[in-house]
């Protein structure tokens, strides 16, 4: 699949290339994600790493964007839920060199597409609430709030941390 990314502008920045991830690219998607995810500086240690993230595409799928020389832009995790009716979204992550161009956008309509084709008419989102900023970006995308969850991080909290929450957010494909 190919999608076009726009800048703020609405011109386009590039054209990506999106796939379903292999086995093969779980070295550099786990680079990318880990330097994009740097920000979430109130957990212990890195987003993922090789075994977590195979035993995530075990459950789901990583769809990856590279631009047409190749380089990987940035990924999104997508998975089925509720016998196929409905999806999940997560990990979107895009290469921090990259960021604000666009490319966030594109791949999360990429996941959405991705989803929908599947049959998929719902997608859920979850959103860490220590990450204030994340909420009103996903409204710009389509997605409200529709409930909170228990936080079960893979990493620690760091020390002094106080606890925290997943806000569900919710848009009908």
């Known amino acids: 699949m190919w999608i076009e990314a726009m800048t703020s502008e609405c011109t386009p ?3 990506l290339r999106v796939r379903v991830a292999s086995a093969s690219d779980v070295p550099r ?3 990318t994600i880990n330097a994009a995810f740097e920000v979430e500086t109130f957990l ?3 987003r993922t790493d090789f075994e977590r993230l195979t035993e995530q595409m075990q459950r789901g799928e990583i769809l990856l964007a590279e631009n047409d020389d190749g380089q990987l832009i940035g990924c999104i ?3 089925l839920r509720e016998t196929g009716s409905r999806g999940y979204l997560g990990m979107l992550a895009v290469d921090p ?3 604000r161009s666009g490319y966030g956008r594109a791949i999360m309509l990429a996941g ?3 989803l929908r084709g599947k ?6 989102i979850c959103v860490i609430s220590w990450r204030t900023e994340l909420p009103p970006i996903y409204r710009r995308f389509g997605y409200v709030e529709t ?5 079960h991080p893979v990493q620690r909290l760091k020390p002094g941390v106080c606890e925290c929450h997943c806000i569900v957010m919710t848009k009908t494909l």
Do not use: K, N, P, R
Request: aromatic share 6%; proline share 0%.
């Open 13 to 15: 920045a590039s054209v």
């Open 29 to 31: 998607l786990v680079s």
């Open 44 to 46: 212990e240690g890195t």
């Open 77 to 79: 995790y997508t998975e």
């Open 97 to 99: 060199t990259q960021q």
């Open 112 to 114: 959405e597409e991705h």
């Open 119 to 124: 049959g998929c008419s719902a997608v859920d």
């Open 147 to 151: 409930g909170v969850e228990e936080f």
